[in-house]
């Protein structure tokens, strides 16, 4: 899935992590599920450089992505732009199936539950059976919310909110 950054308007796609030869291209580390993102005339836009990057090639190596920007001629112009994140506009995002959401979406929500209010989601982590959100609560505690059916009852994004049952023994 892709992950938010910086700016409210963006998601990061990839990060480039360093050059690779001479002839410009970058190392990047893959953040997005959509592989179309880095297709042939995919624009980018890169947040060090400030502006938009057109993809000319990119070629699966190892556990990253070579690419070949049109606009980056050589090691020198590809060594400025590491490191630094890969990102669209957050309009242009895949849109998910129901009850799927982006990690930018659940950033941010505030939690209720039995309707009183009960934090602020700061952050989603991914782990092997379901992912975990890191709820920072009223008194300033955070803490690790799973991400399950039965816990998070409803989210509603459009009032920026989540319905959740806390566990038995997780305060």
């Known amino acids: 899935m892709d992950k938010a950054d910086k700016s409210k308007d963006k998601i990061n796609v990839g990060k480039i992590i ?3 030869g ?3 291209q970058v190392k990047v580390e ?3 599920d959509n592989p179309a993102r880095f297709e042939k005339g995919s624009k980018l836009w890169c947040e060090k450089k400030g502006a ?3 993809v000319d090639v ?3 190596h190892k556990e990253i992505l070579l690419v070949k920007f049109t606009e980056v001629e050589n090691r020198d112009m590809a060594e400025a732009l590491a490191p630094s994140y890969l990102q669209v506009d957050k309009k242009d995002a895949v849109p998910l199936p129901e009850g799927v959401y ?3 979406q659940i950033e941010g929500l505030e939690v209720y ?6 934090g602020k989601v700061l952050s989603v982590q991914a782990t092997g059976a379901n992912d975990i959100y890191n709820v920072k609560m009223t008194n300033g505690k955070i803490i690790a919310l799973p991400a399950l059916d ?3 009852k409803k989210i509603d994004l459009e009032a920026e909110t989540m319905e959740v049952e806390i566990p038995e023994g997780l305060l």
Not at 113 to 118: K, L
Request: aromatic content about 22%.
């Open 52 to 54: 938009l990057l057109t």
């Open 113 to 118: 539950t039995q309707g009183e209010y009960f």
């Open 30 to 32: 893959v953040l997005t």
């Open 22 to 24: 001479i002839k410009g």
């Open 150 to 152: 039965w816990v998070v």
């Open 102 to 104: 982006y990690y930018f």
């Open 58 to 60: 990119a070629s699966p």
């Open 18 to 20: 360093g050059v690779h």
